[in-house]
Every structure is written in C-alpha cells, then in structure tokens.
C-alpha cells in the first residue's frame, strides 16, 4: 500500500465539523484494507 495513498486519504476528508466521524471513518478504512 503506497503511502501517498495514505496522505490522499487526509486529503480528501473535510476539515471542518465531524472531526470525531471523520476519525472513525478512517479507522474503518484502515480496517478494510488491512483485511486485504
């Protein structure tokens, strides 16, 4: 898993808000590929 991806990933979440839904949704994502 290349690390920009990783970098892309901040990118593309708004900073704005749901910081606390943002996190978790990360998680999830990080969760979901490391089951690959």
């Known amino acids: 898993m290349p690390e920009t ?4 990933v901040f ?3 708004p900073q ?3 910081l606390h839904s943002n996190m978790h949704a990360l998680k999830e994502w990080i969760g979901y590929w490391k089951e690959k």
């Open 5 to 8: 991806y990783g970098l892309n």
């Open 11 to 13: 990118y593309f979440i």
């Open 16 to 18: 704005s808000g749901a």
